[in-house]
């Protein structure tokens, strides 16, 4: 890894480390989790990080992230939040990884390539009211797991 990313990498994993941490220290115990708090054009990624190898994971999904432009700029304004898992999400959800971000597509035609670029960042997509996804991409993102949401009104 080059050093220029090499220090990306660090300063966005010690700005949401300082975020998460913040957040806890100055807050009582909210009544629902972030995760359950839906808000539009923000998407809660609800991660776990118990042990170092969880904790390489993350910041190797976080860096595949971050080389996608649409990706990053979701980090960088804040359209992507993290959430720490807790222990009752622990017992009840299964271990399948969520996306790490969102990608929005405001209008046009989602393709096939949108959806394997998507897939190779781990992103889900979600589609505007005036975006559609051709048949090719539908059938590609179910292939690759790819989420696909349409956004309401």
Excluded: H, W
Aim: hydrophobic share 45%; aromatic share 2%; glycine share 2%.
């Amino acid at each position: 890894m080059p050093p220029s990313e090499a220090v990306q990498l660090r300063r966005l994993v010690a700005e949401i480390v300082r975020e998460v941490t913040t957040a806890v220290a100055q807050a009582a115990p909210p009544a629902r989790s972030p995760a359950e708090v839906p808000m539009p054009g923000v998407a809660v990624e609800t991660v776990r990080v118990s042990t170092t190898a969880e904790l390489q994971a993350f910041a190797a999904r976080l860096l595949a992230a971050y080389e996608n432009p649409d990706c990053r700029e979701d980090l960088r304004t804040g359209r992507l939040k993290f959430a720490l898992e807790t222990a009752t999400a622990l017992s009840s959800t299964p271990a399948r990884p969520a996306p790490l971000s969102v990608m929005r597509v405001e209008r046009g035609a989602v393709t096939e390539r949108m959806v394997v670029d998507a897939a190779a960042a781990s992103c889900s997509l979600v589609l505007c009211r005036a975006a559609v996804i051709t048949p090719l991409a539908r059938e590609r993102a179910k292939a690759l797991n790819v989420r696909i949401q349409k956004e309401s009104a």
